[in-house]
């Protein structure tokens, strides 16, 4: 059975670093994508980044001065790092293999 | 950036109704393999997205066949032929043709 579970910090300082981990089981990240989206309080969805089966990443055109995607696949886990983070980011974030998703995790920007 | 259309941004139904829902991409997602990465997705209130439609037409496992994609190039539909009360909710289009992938804006279909 499939699984990703995101977790991370619920609060965030503006300016500060976000940290976020996709813990995923039921599949091999050597052999699946694994995307992270996003969605600020009632608005849509917004593809953030991917990491590759291969390992290599994708970002949005908007945040890829501030993001990095990373995994271990020893842990079977992805890592999303954002920096410089504004109010503008406060959202729930979503990993997922588009057919398989998390739960999400609310991160809010505030001091 | 590729950009998605997606309309109508809100869609009134009663139980039984067939609707359709359009997302015009800003450029072809024909890729040079020869597929077009044009998925649908359903977001419930509270939950994450799930996969409908993927590759245009291609019906994701578990998911009941009133649901049905189409189009080529830039035009693609969704249709639910005879709208079920769990079927309401935002529906995305999303492109993975071209990086960075693109999402639609959603359409609500909520209950006449």
């Known amino acids: 059975q499939v699984q990703l579970k995101e977790s991370g910090p619920g609060l965030v300082q503006p300016s500060q670093t976000l940290s976020l981990t996709c813990t995923v089981s039921?599949?091999?990240?050597?052999?699946?994508?694994v995307h992270w989206v996003r969605q600020p309080p009632g608005k849509g969805l917004e593809w953030v980044g991917a990491?590759?089966?291969?390992?290599?990443?994708d970002y949005n055109s908007a945040l890829k001065s501030r993001l990095s995607i990373s995994r271990d696949t020893s842990k079977s886990q992805v890592f999303l790092k954002m920096n410089s983070l504004q109010t503008e980011d406060t959202a729930i974030y979503f990993c997922?293999?588009?057919?398989?998703w998390g739960q999400g995790v609310m991160v809010t920007v505030s001091s | 950036d590729v950009v998605l259309t997606q309309t109508p941004p809100t869609l009134s139904a009663t139980i039984g109704q067939s609707v359709s829902i359009s997302c015009r991409s800003s450029?072809?997602?024909?890729?040079?393999?020869?597929?077009?990465?044009l998925n649908w997705l359903l977001q419930r209130p509270g939950q994450p997205p799930q996969l409908l439609i993927y590759?245009?037409?291609r019906l994701e496992s578990g998911v009941p066949n009133r649901f049905s994609g189409s189009g080529s190039g830039t035009d693609f539909t969704l249709k639910i032929s005879g709208v079920e009360a769990e079927d309401l909710g935002v529906y995305y289009c999303?492109?993975?043709?071209?990086?960075?992938?693109?999402f639609g804006a959603g359409t609500k279909l909520e209950l006449k």
């Open positions: 990491i590759w089966s291969g390992g290599s990443t």
């Open positions: 999303v492109q993975s043709t071209h990086a960075p992938h693109t």
């Open positions: 590759l245009v037409s």
């Open positions: 997922g293999s588009f057919d398989y």
């Open positions: 450029q072809s997602l024909l890729h040079s393999n020869g597929n077009t990465y």
């Open positions: 039921g599949f091999s990240l050597t052999s699946n994508s």
